[in-house]
């Protein structure tokens, strides 16, 4: 295979090509204040073991971190309780649903299906809550931080627009409460689950975690080990198999490494032993992802020979 | 990492280490002819893209194929029809169900959410046969011995005692006849599920698939590409997200590679880039994966840092 | 209330005021020999306890039984097995799933909610299959001409035109062989349960059938019982909250009595300790009701008062 | 049939059958105030169109309502709002679900499939919240206090430790809230809904709104219409094939006519153009029905003909 090399003029090529993909998908309006984004945004970065960074387009455009949140709140609750302890209120097998599904809670299982299903990562945040009470939402912070070495912001637009519409994160607490499977009281965790929804990033920010996840849990800046490996493997499996929710197996298909992606538009993906990278472009595809992102996650792999291939 | 080299002690090692772990499992009875192996035969082969073979165990035992015969067909559909024509009639979405379930077919979505669930699975041996006629099994045993260079050989026994066990998946037939969502005509493409999961193999057979989707579709052994490189992509995306029924998600946590098994005790797993793994012992677990197998894989990517991780 | 008394005059009257609805339904066409059938043929037959008759319109037009059948077999089951038996292998309780729904079987329970859906008509002929052997049909055929003092005849077309077209069925019998929840052998009923619905009746025979019911069982032809009293109530029982698939609900508020429906268009209906009633109009709604018939029915619950409401 | 006359006689010959009967139960204890009521309590009580009252046991034992207090919202409903508009939001199907389901709004229908499950008996709630506003449970009140001629107190510990363990009913609004199922503004509702389940009632309370319906809709009281004729029917419809939650199969064919329980132990049975009914044993079955409750409707069901079957 002729694998090239990760360069600026590669990110240039490819932002050039996926561009005008932004006209396929639909910024996300079901939380109003994610509507406001320009869909022409794009951005892409991807940082290395060695913390050095090839960057391309609105590189310093803050976006909120949504969905790609649960990958901080679920390494913390993993590192303080352990997999055993975690793992017996959350399952860690895809399903073809929607992300806000809560039929097979009553139909198959009590416990959600993975901790990236709206279900399960509420649940994340009900372990967090039961451990660290007042303080878990600064436990992500500060962890977000640490593994960024940025200040994390935090949106209180996004955040009261979440809030505001949240009836079905709240049926599926109620549910979960009403059939015993959510640990801990049901006050403060929704707001912790909407919190860490509305932390700001940028791309920059995501491909640093997803170095982190790349080196198996050594921080990049420090090269000090901030996650067990064990952690760390966790977390690429769960996104390899449901990070982009019921388009994940899609995902593995089309660009074949772990990824989770965000309804600002927001994807972050995992080459490992190589890098982390981030990519955001609002407009949204009818699952939830980024239309513009998934492909230019698709021509990096390719370019790239991310997957690994042999001979080819 | 401490990353060790692939030796024949290594692979002992592991060996000593997993045996045991097959009084956890349960030989497959659901099927008649597959009770009749013994719970004690173990074997690992690894064949790397040079076509060297590591190997330890029964590594000459014989065992039919059963599901992971599914990469085979869905290989051929897909270099003969397409991505585009294939994925029209099946999706490629993991879901938490059981491998024979049909529910989801009334419920959410006319056509099956995989190839490697039964659903999907007889869809593409309808196509084969709307494609091959009276060929097609001839096609998917030729197609075998060219990827192996083995004669393949077929076990009439298992094939009688699939056919006279075959309730559900008639029941899955019939289903996706009714609604329309199976293509070509009903006859005879049930007999060429049931003879694929027949045909007989060793763990070097499985290891030898593996390598040619390590390699991206160019055989070990002629040089010669036999998959295109989007073939490759498609089965280790599916293999990734889909492989081991509703274990999927487990198994990329616990060994984070493409893997694929079978209800007779193999499991078939690829490291791209690097070679292709075969494993093979008969108990199986609740959700219809060998227990030794899977343990065995986890410790040989682990050992041999098998998910890339990068300075951990 | 004014009650009016049942006349031929009343029954014209109402015949005018359904016969434009015809329009809103289709015939049934899945079963294409049932397609041939014009839509503008139309019947009511109202039969007393003293085996005197009031009818008008087509009312020596065959037609075949279809669904309607499932009353016969399952009072033989009744009959011949008991309550207690035959309700081990079915349910008596309604859904709002469609006549040919599977996925509760799957989803919720192992038996048939209830023996008026296909599922669980399917069940009570493998029970009578056990019970007769090859005498099943001739059993079902003598004890329809017991009750209705005619020679009942059979239509081979449509026989013939319900197997070539039973993939659904064949996936129920097939899915419930697979779960363990169908009695005896598989062989057989299938043809059983397709020949008791190509038994033929005019509105006549359904209203006689029906006059049986509303005594508790004893014959208005002979004055005999025919049926126990707990068989009577338990057929009139599942008539009125599962007689007309899913829309039997809305029947009980629109016409307030027992009835049962086949997609050929007939409808029987009971006034208890009144009549039996048939009515008959091929074209159907999207549930497989007859639109005139339903229509025709809550004209004449309402003006002889079949609900027996009191002052009003 | 031999059919007895209603006597105070019959009425103790019952009680001393059924008594037994209330171990085979449970009293709820879901809501904790529920399950203080002696499991010993019993009563029975019959009114007829003519306001004349047969009873035997605790007849001035005061419960709460609970599910029973549907059938009084749904008429305000329908008198205000008429049949069509009230069943946009609600459909008027069976089905085989437990009383607090949710899947099927997911999965199959995002409006609830009947009134007298949780799901559809809040959307009625909300529908009278958005006609009534902060008046709403004054309507229920006053309505009720109509039908029975006596003043209706409100249990406020019931409803209190109702609104304390309504993680369920809550899970319920707000998903359909979600799905946009939900008429109105979500705030207020649910507090209707818990006022109306804890309405203190006796049995003879019940049989008095059991005997208007018995009538039709035209008040054994004072003679005067309280409801039209039509929304008569469609109570009486909807308690034929929903009343007894996913039991409403088996009660049709035990008891055979139209009935509606609550998790207090209360039924309120009709026997049209007859008599209501009232019956109270707390003990329930595993379906949330009052299982003397049950037998002693069974009983009378069968010594007074309520079935009026025929020459039987």
Redesign the interface.
Known sequence: ?QKMTLTQPLLDDIKITVTGLRFHGKVADYIPELSFMSPDLFAISCVS?DNSAVETGDVNQYFTMQSISKIISLSIAIEKLGMKEVFKYV???????SF?????L????PIP??PFMNAGAIVICALLQSSFGAKAFDEIISFTELITGEKIEFSNKVYESERSTS??N??????M??IGSLPGD?DGFLELYFRQCSMMCTVRSLAKIGALL?????SPLS?K?ILK?NT???I???M???GLY?????????V?IPGKSGVSGGILAVS???MGIGVFSPPLDSKGNSVAGLYALELLSEKLNL??????
Do not use: Q, W
């Open positions: 295979m073991l399952d860690m097998e895809p399903t073809a649903d806000n599904s809560l039929m097979r009553e139909m198959s299982s299906a993975n009836d079905r709240k049926a599926l607490a109620h549910f409460k009403s049901i790349a080196s198996g849990g050594i090269g080990r490996k760390a493997y966790a690429l499996g769960l390899t198999t449901c019921n388009g994940s197996g899609e995902f593995a298909v089309r074949g490992p032993g190589n997957r690994n291939m042999g001979k080819s």
